[in-house]
Nanobody, 125 residues
Framework: HVQLVESGGGSVQAGGSLKLSCVASGNFHNAYCMAWFRQSPGKEREAVAVLDTHGSATYADFVKDRFTISKELATASLSLQMNSLENTDTAMYSC????????????????????WGQGTQVTVS
């Protein structure tokens, strides 16, 4: 089992920036894909960005050119730099690690053996 703990959420004005972090522990290894997801009340969970095991990033269209996903191998940590935040970015953001994970341009996703963090709230007003 993989444990994931997120931090860095909060409230920000539209146009502002936030950086989310996620630390992995437990039965985690670098063969896992890592990703950020978000979910707003009444909506399905959607994928925001994923890093595959080769370090290649894929983004949903609604965050492309605004968000950047990155990973520190030495510390098993994952980050999400969010710039030019919009009201529609308000959501609970969760970190995930999976043996395989793919996302579509509209935030749809498919995964194998996915582990979830508890989430961190981001509110843009």
């Amino acid at each position: 089992h993989v444990q994931l703990v997120e931090s860095g959420g909060g409230s920000v004005q539209a146009g502002g920036s936030l950086k989310l972090s996620c630390v992995a522990s437990g039965n985690f290894h670098n063969a896992y894909c890592m990703a950020w997801f978000r979910q707003s009340p009444g909506k399905e969970r959607e994928a925001v960005a994923v890093l595959d095991t080769h370090g290649s990033a894929t983004y949903a269209d609604f965050v492309k050119d605004r968000f950047t996903i990155s990973k520190e191998l030495a510390t098993a940590s994952l980050s999400l730099q969010m710039n030019s935040l919009e009201n529609t970015d308000t959501a609970m953001y969760s970190c995930a690690a999976a043996e395989a994970l793919s996302i579509g341009v509209h935030g749809t996703w498919d995964a194998r053996n996915i582990n979830w963090g508890q989430g961190t709230q981001v509110t843009v007003s």
